[in-house]
């Protein structure tokens, strides 16, 4: 298989702040993975964590960003806990309407074959 650049998608927001760094941890897990794999790894959870507090940026703005983003990857790859987000579900929507590649889970993720 060739280079991916993959967006990783799973859950951000959370009712606590403990909840939503397990939510970041999770999906930089998955990135790492996905590095591991040869691939190219899009993180936005890592990206902009914390950008949210206290900047007056809307959420909207957030959420466009990550669809921008997406629209530019060769697949997504969906993190343990998506379905529980409504932005993962928009995003795989928007991925698949976009024709990604779609990796439900890191696992299926294959590695980078190097000539």
Request: hydrophobic share 45%; with cysteine.
């Amino acid at each position: 298989m060739k280079q991916l650049v993959i967006y990783i998608a799973g859950p951000y927001r959370a009712p606590s702040a403990k909840e939503i760094s397990e939510n970041v941890r999770r999906a930089e897990a998955v990135g790492q993975e996905i590095l591991r794999r040869g691939h190219v790894a899009l993180c936005p959870h890592s990206m902009t964590h914390d950008w949210d507090i206290g900047t007056g940026i809307a959420d909207e703005v957030f959420l466009e960003t990550d669809l921008v983003l997406l629209s530019r990857c060769d697949a997504i790859c969906m993190v343990e806990g998506w379905r529980r987000s409504a932005g993962a579900t928009a995003e795989l929507q928007r991925a698949l309407a976009l024709g990604l590649e779609v990796f439900m889970d890191v696992d299926i993720v294959p590695e980078v074959t190097r000539p």
